[in-house]
Nanobody, 126 residues
Framework: QVQLVESGGGLVQAGGSLRLSCAAS????????MGWFRQAPGKEREFVAA????????YYADSVKGRFTISRDNAKDTVYLQMNSLKPEDTSVYYC???????????????????WGQGTQVTVSS
């Protein structure tokens, strides 16, 4: 089992920045694929970003490219999402997710990920 705990959410003005963290515990973390997803009220959960176990390969949704950066520190069993130039439409609950890459056929599909955190709220005011 892998346990994931997100932190770092909050209220920020448009144009501001936040850094989310996702601390993992349990099985070996450093080869798991990790992703960030988000869900706004009344909407389906959507893919934000993903990173390979080594941290060398990253994927982003078009809506966040150039503004968000996903990274990981395997020594700390933690994955990060640096969010810059935030917009009101970024307001969502952000979830961290993990999966053994052997069982991952799509980095952006939420059903591919087995382990999930409880989510952290990000609110961007205009």
């Amino acid at each position: 089992q892998v346990q994931l705990v997100e932190s770092g959410g909050g209220l920020v003005q448009a144009g501001g920045s936040l850094r989310l963290s996702c601390a993992a515990s349990g099985r070996t973390f450093n080869f798991y694929a990790m992703g960030w997803f988000r869900q706004a009220p009344g909407k389906e959960r959507e893919f934000v970003a993903a990173v390979s176990g080594s941290g060398l390969t990253t994927y982003y949704a078009d809506s966040v490219k150039g503004r968000f950066t996903i990274s990981r520190d395997n020594a700390k069993d933690t994955v990060y999402l640096q969010m810059n130039s935030l917009k009101p439409e970024d307001t969502s609950v952000y979830y961290c997710a993990g999966q053994n890459p052997r069982f991952l056929s799509s980095w952006s599909r939420e059903t591919e990920y087995r382990y999930w955190g409880q989510g952290t709220q990000v609110t961007v005011s205009s």
